[in-house]
Nanobody, 114 residues
Framework: QVQLVESGGGLVQPGGSLRLSCATSGIRFDIYAMAWYRQAPGKQREFVANISSSGRRNYTDFVKGRFTISRDNAKNLVYLQMNSLKPEDTAVYYC????????WGQGTQVTVSA
């Protein structure tokens, strides 16, 4: 059974940093691309970043230069390092995997507030 479990969210002041982690199980992790999405209150879920099995990265424009996605294939983990956080980054952040099915984690809350 495929499972994705996010962690690392919390409350941070504007300009601060957080690192999110997504632990995966039940798949051969190293052959799949992984992604992070987020959903703010009252808004649709939106793409943040993804990383291919070979390590190629893509980011949405509003996080370029601030967020970094990475993966550790030995540990079946994907990370999202978030720097220079802004109040508009406040959202629930989700880990996403697509095989022949779509898999989502339960999400981790990130709140950026003074």
């Amino acid at each position: 059974q495929v499972q994705l479990v996010e962690s690392g969210g919390g409350l941070v002041q504007p300009g601060g940093s957080l690192r999110l982690s997504c632990a995966t199980s039940g798949i051969r992790f190293d052959i799949y691309a992984m992604a992070w999405y987020r959903q703010a209150p009252g808004k649709q879920r939106e793409f943040v970043a993804n990383i291919s099995s070979s390590g190629r990265r893509n980011y949405t424009d509003f996080v370029k230069g601030r967020f970094t996605i990475s993966r550790d294939n030995a540990k079946n983990l994907v990370y999202l390092q978030m720097n220079s956080l802004k109040p508009e980054d406040t959202a629930v952040y989700y880990c996403y995997l697509r095989t022949n099915l779509d898999y989502w984690g339960q999400g981790t809350q990130v709140t950026v507030s003074a």
